[in-house]
């Protein structure tokens, strides 16, 4: 007995539907686990920006970097401005959605990525670890800007050459660009690292009052993001 098309047509739409759900099943459960891999400092997205609060914050720019076509591109994101401006929330944002789109993250502060590499060079790790930072599609390297002795500079040096045209970096600091140089100390492995970043970079100087300060005491947290 010949099935009837109408049936045909039933089970050839329940079972799309079955592989539809099992595709975005797939791709949420990677996104998950991209996500814990990252670490990330805040939970954030490029939608939740508070574009209110006056901070220089180019708004096209900004979420124009949605598309994650930065990241397909290997360039760098770097956010500096004073403390209060929400750049670690706004760095956590562009990987929150780099996740969802396919790439890998990582989250590292750097006054502790130099003691992550030391611990690793110690145990005999580190050839593994700097090759996992090199083939993270996004790390994100938050809080820049303390005096770097003479091992940090080469360490940091080689965690920038490793990702040079193989993955992406966003760097917040508090010190402005143009003194990077002063912050680093040594002139050649200063040109080295601020070259390869700087050079590839969409940069975000953040400036005004703090967004911590001017919040009132009696209001409730918002869903907004920094």
């Known amino acids: 007995m010949l099935a009837r098309p109408d049936a045909d047509m039933y089970r050839d739409d329940a079972l799309a539907i079955m592989v539809d ?12 686990r991209r996500l814990r891999h990252a670490k ?7 939608e939740d920006v508070n574009w209110r609060h006056k901070r220089g ?10 598309s994650c076509e930065w ?13 209060g401006l929400g750049k670690t929330c706004l760095a956590c944002a562009l990987a929150q959605r780099a996740c969802l ?3 890998s993250a990582r989250y590292m502060r750097i006054p502790r990525i ?20 090199a083939k993270t599609n996004l790390l994100i390297l938050d809080d820049w800007g303390q005096a770097l002795s003479e091992q940090e500079r080469r360490d940091f040096r ?3 050459e490793d990702r040079y045209d193989r993955g992406s970096v966003v760097i917040t600091s508090q010190i402005p660009h143009d003194r990077w140089h002063e912050v680093i ?3 050649t492995v200063a040109d080295a690292i601020i070259d390869r970043v700087i050079n590839r970079a969409h940069r975000f100087a953040l400036s005004g009052p703090s967004m911590r300060a001017s919040r009132p005491k009696d209001e409730k947290p918002s869903q907004e993001l920094s």
């Open 185 to 187: 100390g040594d002139p």
């Open 114 to 133: 130099f003691g992550e590499i030391n611990m690793a060079r110690a145990d005999g790790t580190y050839p593994r670890f700097m090759e996992t930072l």
């Open 57 to 66: 914050l180019d708004k096209g720019a900004f979420t124009a970097l949605a």
């Open 71 to 83: 990241l397909r591109r290997h360039q760098n994101v770097v956010l500096t401005g004073p403390t």
């Open 158 to 160: 080689e965690v920038i």
């Open 40 to 46: 990330l400092r805040e939970k954030a997205m490029i």
């Open 101 to 103: 789109e396919g790439f």
């Open 21 to 32: 759900r099992e595709e975005i099943d797939r791709q949420n459960r990677g996104a998950e």
